[in-house]
């Protein structure tokens, strides 16, 4: 006897086989596209300074062929890959005083893209005058080598952000390479709920067993800005997550290690990020792990493991073996495996999604019409990543049933906010004292 057939119209697979198009606003990148061109008008690391030994390295950035080197002078050149002459690559040149050699015909470009001389030429050629490479202006800042690619007339103040300048900080230069679009990794980082699933009741605890609580969430823009805050009952308190997003592609996250099980004020950054494009199928994570007697009290975190395609949280990259990533699913392959780009017409957002939802509005409001750039004190943008934790037992009833929206819960986590955000016009110091005091007076 032949087998029953199934009900095929309860089968939806040859009705979804033909899939749409990705989202082109927000996710290319390349020249003269509108994010790429947003992008290219802020700061963007494009390599840790480690990377530049004696050989130049072959970069691709936002879609761009580049060549990095540090010349004997200590002076970095970006400088468009392919030789101005024949279109030799320079990653093939040789690293000279003032400058790089193209292997092919000897031409030496300066950093800023002058070319300074080609030998196989007169020594009074208009060449020398009339050719320039294509180079960007760069900075090297606590390990990471940014580059301006924007309009020179259009050039904006180096990034300043209070986090960079934390005292009693060190700042650990990563990057992280991930084979999909920048904003599928970007965009994981106003997805709070994530971490409830991924992160902790999915595989392993790869963080710890708070994080596997539901939390209440609250997500808001401001300037610049896109944020969460979470809140969550551990015992007899309750921990509020603080983390950030400035446009158009910089993030900050709190320390990694919180457990609610002690109270806590105002405890800083665990990484400050920016997702950087490489074209618009890759992209990069660059950024700096931060490292502190008080966020490493548990001696979890290890700074020997952060660097180029490291870093000392679990399922940052792709570099483990796929059994492994089947079991015990990092953020890597979450994200990656979204798609090379991923595709929001096949989404179905649900109210866990809104922070996802907020940020891609704001990231096209922002190419439209420039967000409100951040205020400074002190030469200082004040950012508002942090973890809280409260001792505050019990503020709900204990049959409420946990969801994203237990006002108690809320309540706190706006309270957090506001004392954080009317704090931002003090000098850092008094900043930091105002809100720890004030944070303090939430506990009971
Ligand atoms: S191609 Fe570079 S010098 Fe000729
Ligand atoms: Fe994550």
């Known amino acids: 006897m032949n087998p029953a057939l199934p009900d095929a119209q309860r089968f939806m697979g040859h009705a979804k086989r033909i899939k749409p198009a990705e989202e082109p606003l927000l996710t290319h990148t390349q020249a003269d596209s509108p994010m790429g061109e947003a992008m290219r008008l802020h700061w963007q690391p494009v390599c840790l300074s480690s990377q530049l030994k004696d050989l130049p390295i072959a970069l691709r950035i936002l879609g761009e062929d580049l060549v990095a080197f540090r010349d004997p002078q200590d002076r970095i050149g970006l400088l468009h890959k392919h030789c101005s002459h024949r279109g030799a690559s320079l990653e093939f040149g040789r690293i000279t005083d003032n400058g790089i050699r193209c292997c092919y015909h000897g031409w030496h470009f300066g950093h800023d893209g002058s070319l300074l001389d080609a030998p196989a030429e007169p020594v009074n050629s208009p060449l020398l005058k009339q050719v320039k490479q294509g180079a960007y202006p760069v900075i090297e800042f606590k390990g990471l080598v940014f580059a301006y690619m924007g309009p020179p007339t259009q050039m904006p103040p180096f990034p300043s952000f209070d986090s960079m300048h934390f005292d009693d900080v060190d700042l650990v230069p990563y990057a992280l390479s991930h084979d999909c679009n920048w904003l599928q990794v970007h965009e994981n980082l106003m997805d709070p ?41 551990i015992g007899d308190h309750v921990w509020v997550r603080f983390n950030e997003v400035a446009f158009p592609n910089f993030g900050q996250v709190a320390g990694f290690w919180e457990d609610g099980s002690t109270a806590k004020y105002f405890e800083r950054v665990g990484a400050t990020r920016w997702t950087v494009p490489i074209d618009n199928t890759h992209c990069w994570i660059f950024g700096w792990r931060h490292f502190s007697p008080s966020l490493e009290a548990k001696g979890i975190g290890n700074a020997r493991q952060v660097g180029l395609n490291q870093l000392d949280i679990y399922g940052q990259t792709g570099e483990r073996g796929y059994e492994e990533m089947q079991r015990n699913t990092g953020d890597w392959e979450a994200e990656v495996s979204q798609g090379p780009i991923a595709i929001h017409a096949l989404e179905n957002k649900g109210s866990s999604d809104r922070g996802v939802a907020m940020l891609r509005r704001h990231l096209a409001q922002g190419i439209a019409n420039p967000h409100q750039p951040p205020s400074c004190v002190e030469g200082q943008t004040p950012t508002w990543t942090c973890n809280v934790v409260l001792h505050r037992p019990h503020p709900m009833r204990q049959d409420v049933e946990m969801t994203l929206s237990v006002p108690e819960l809320l309540a706190i986590g706006r309270s957090v906010q506001s004392i954080i955000l009317a704090a931002d016009g003090l ?12 944070l303090q007076s939430l506990s009971v």
């Open 193 to 233: 709920l994530h971490a409830v699933f991924l992160h902790s009741r999915m595989g392993e605890v790869q963080l710890t067993q708070a994080w596997g609580e539901m939390p209440a969430v609250e997500w808001f823009e401001q300037g610049d800005r896109v944020c969460y805050l979470t809140s969550r009952q």
């Open 427 to 438: 000098a850092p110091n008094a900043r930091h004292a105002r809100i720890v005091a004030q």
